[in-house]
Nanobody, 118 residues
Framework: QVQLVESGGGLVQAGGSLRLSCAAS????????MGWYRQAPGKQRELVAN???????NYVDSVKGRFIISRDNAKNTVYLQMSSLKPEDTAVYYC????????????WGKGTLVTVSS
């Protein structure tokens, strides 16, 4: 059974930092595509960052230079280090895994709320 458990969300002032964690079980973070998505109130869920099996990373333009996605294969955990946070980063952040080879199988965590105050 695949489980993704996010942690690390909370309330932070603008300009602050948070680190989100996604602990995976039942699936390996090292050989699948791992991603962080977010959904703000009234908006669609969007991809924030992902990391593929070879370690390459991708970011949405709005977080480039501020967020870093990484993984610890030994801990089977993916992280999202968020710095210089802005109020517009406020959202529920979800961990996602795309099972490779990708035939449309995704798993999601339940999400963790990040609130950035101005």
């Amino acid at each position: 059974q695949v489980q993704l458990v996010e942690s690390g969300g909370g309330l932070v002032q603008a300009g602050g930092s948070l680190r989100l964690s996604c602990a995976a079980s039942g699936i390996s973070v090292s050989i699948n595509t791992m991603g962080w998505y977010r959904q703000a109130p009234g908006k669609q869920r969007e991809l924030v960052a992902n990391i593929i099996s070879r370690g390459s990373t991708n970011y949405v333009d709005s977080v480039k230079g501020r967020f870093i996605i990484s993984r610890d294969n030994a801990k089977n955990t993916v992280y999202l280090q968020m710095s210089s946070l802005k109020p517009e980063d406020t959202a529920v952040y979800y961990c996602n895994v795309k099972v490779l080879p990708y035939y449309g199988v995704d798993y999601w965590g339940k999400g963790t709320l990040v609130t950035v105050s101005s």
